[in-house]
Structure formats: structure tokens, C-alpha cells
């Protein structure tokens, strides 16, 4: 190198990348719009072109729906042991817990929504692909059962790949025993409001998902129990437009209504304005 000649700044390309953000852009993967990323956390994470609903987490969801100041979250403590010695999986949970902040697929809490107590759990895709483990099932029944305790509705928010398969038949039960925590609230004169977002499927779909006293969904989100694929495999045969989606189940007498994101803390408002008259506000 001559002694004259500019010295090379080293690692200078890879500084340049590291001060532009991958994530400033966000490409809309329905009608494939590019949206900065600002603008969509400002629309609720909805595109502004074409209304397609983002995956959103728990505590933006949270944030959404609840009075200001008024959440209060419980069972924090509980995580994930690995009761079948399932190879890796002690290691993906503990991964999945410093990457996402959440100590499982779900977050639970008291909240009020419109001044009415309510008591919440919402699932987060992000964690596990939403998958229902012994975690997820017991802090969605400690917190039914607690609403049924405190005078409170149920408002569950669903996103789910299904049962956890890395804990068998231990994730299997929490089918039941959420169910069995309803039935108990709802003998109680409480209310339920299920929603859907996307995707609900496999064993929240077959369990708690769809026993709401009114289940709502966003819009366009997949619903159902198996994959088209698979169905397609094993019936052999062409599935019906707009098979598996919100509106198709509005269609079908399971989803009671549609609700935009930036309508849902209003129309939960309403709902419980009605099923919660004379309950404490
Ligand atoms: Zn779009």
C-alpha cells in the first residue's frame, strides 16, 4: 500500500447497515404495500392500504382494549417445566423467553374496559407459534377462575397453533379444564366473549375459542381445527372459497360478528354494557 492512499476504514459497509433499520419497512404480505413501520403502529398495526391485520402482541393488545392504568397482570410466576424429557425443549422455551419478553403463549390480568371488571387472557403468536401447553391452559383457567371469584367477565383473545405437542397429553387436558372453569363462570351469571384473531386452530379451536356467550373475530383471520392441506389430503376434495376465514364462519353460524381492530375496545364496551348490567362498575 502505497503511503499516500487512503486507509480503509474496516467494518465500515457493515456500520452503514447497522444504522438503517431492517424493520423501518414493513411489506403488507396481502396486498403487498410497503408501510413504514411508524404509520402501522399508529393504525393498531393494520394496513392502511388494505386493512389486513398484522399478528399483534399480547401487551399491544393489552394496551389496546384496557381503561388506562387499570391492568393488573397475574401469574407471572408460572413456566414451562419439560414433564416427557422432550429433547431441546427446555432450551426453545428459555430461547423463546429472552427473544420475546413473555414467559409463555399467554399473558392474563384484571382490567377494566369502559369501567366494567373484567378479567383477560391473551395469546401471543410470537411465543411457540401460540401452541397450548400446561402453562397456557392453567393461567387461562386461574384467571377464569378468578373472574368467576371477583364478580368479572371473560374475555379471551385466541391465537393459536394448537395444543403444544412437546408436552402430549398434559397439553391435551387443558382442553377440558378450561372448559370446565367456564362452565363454573357461566353458571355464575358471568359472561364470555371469545375472540378470534389470527390464526386460531387445532385445540383452543376445539376447546375454550368457540364457547363464548358471543365469539367475535377480526377480520379475515383462519379458524379451524386442521389446515386446509391436510383436510384436502384426507376428504379429497376442492374446499369452498374463503374456506376457514372469519367471514366464512359468519357465514356458518360459528362467528357472531366481524370486528375491525380499531372498533374493538368500543364494541367490547357495548357488549359488556349489556351482558354485565347490574354486575359492579
Ligand atoms: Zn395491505
Keep these: 500500500m502505497g503511503i499516500f492512499s487512503k486507509p480503509r476504514l474496516k467494518g465500515s459497509q457493515a456500520k452503514n447497515r447497522d444504522t438503517v433499520p431492517n424493520d423501518l419497512w414493513t411489506k403488507c404480505p396481502d396486498c403487498g404495500e410497503m408501510v413504514h413501520t411508524l404509520d402501522l403502529r399508529q393504525n393498531h398495526l393494520v394496513c392502511p392500504?388494505?386493512?389486513?391485520?398484522?399478528?399483534?402482541?399480547a401487551y399491544d393488545r393489552l394496551?389496546?382494549?384496557?381503561d388506562e392504568g387499570t391492568f393488573d397482570e397475574t401469574s407471572v410466576e408460572l413456566i414451562s417445566a419439560n414433564p416427557l424429557g422432550f429433547d431441546h425443549y427446555k432450551e426453545k422455551v428459555e430461547l423463546l423467553r429472552s427473544k420475546t419478553g413473555l414467559n409463555d403463549a399467554v399473558v392474563t390480568g384484571r382490567l377494566e374496559i369502559g369501567g366494567y371488571p373484567v378479567m383477560a387472557a391473551v395469546m401471543d403468536f410470537k411465543f411457540f407459534a401460540g401452541s397450548m401447553g400446561s402453562v397456557v391452559g392453567e393461567k387461562i383457567t386461574r384467571a377464569i377462575e378468578r373472574a368467576t371469584l371477583e364478580n368479572r367477565a371473560v374475555i379471551i383473545f385466541s391465537s393459536s397453533s394448537g395444543a403444544r405437542m412437546q408436552e402430549g397429553m398434559l397439553s391435551l387436558m387443558q382442553m377440558a379444564k378450561t372448559c370446565g372453569a367456564l362452565a363454573l363462570h357461566g353458571e355464575a351469571g358471568l359472561p364470555y366473549i371469545s375472540v378470534f384473531t389470527h390464526p386460531t386452530t387445532g385445540g383452543v379451536t376445539a376447546s375454550f375459542a368457540t364457547i363464548g356467550d358471543i365469539n367475535i373475530a377480526e377480520p379475515k383471520c383462519m379458524i379451524g381445527f386442521a389446515g386446509p392441506r391436510v383436510i384436502k389430503e384426507t376428504t379429497h376434495q376442492d374446499l369452498p372459497p374463503g374456506f376457514q376465514t372469519a367471514e366464512f364462519m359468519v357465514d356458518h353460524g360459528l362467528v357472531d360478528s366481524i370486528v375491525h381492530r380499531r372498533e374493538m375496545r368500543s364494541k367490547l364496551t357495548t357488549m359488556l354494557s349489556y351482558l354485565m348490567d347490574g354486575k359492579s362498575k
Excluded: N, S, T, V
Excluded at 49 to 57: A, E, I, P, S, Y
Excluded at 63 to 66: P, R, T
Design 63 to 66: 394496551q389496546l382494549i384496557a
Design 49 to 57: 392500504k388494505c386493512d389486513h391485520h398484522f399478528l399483534m402482541g
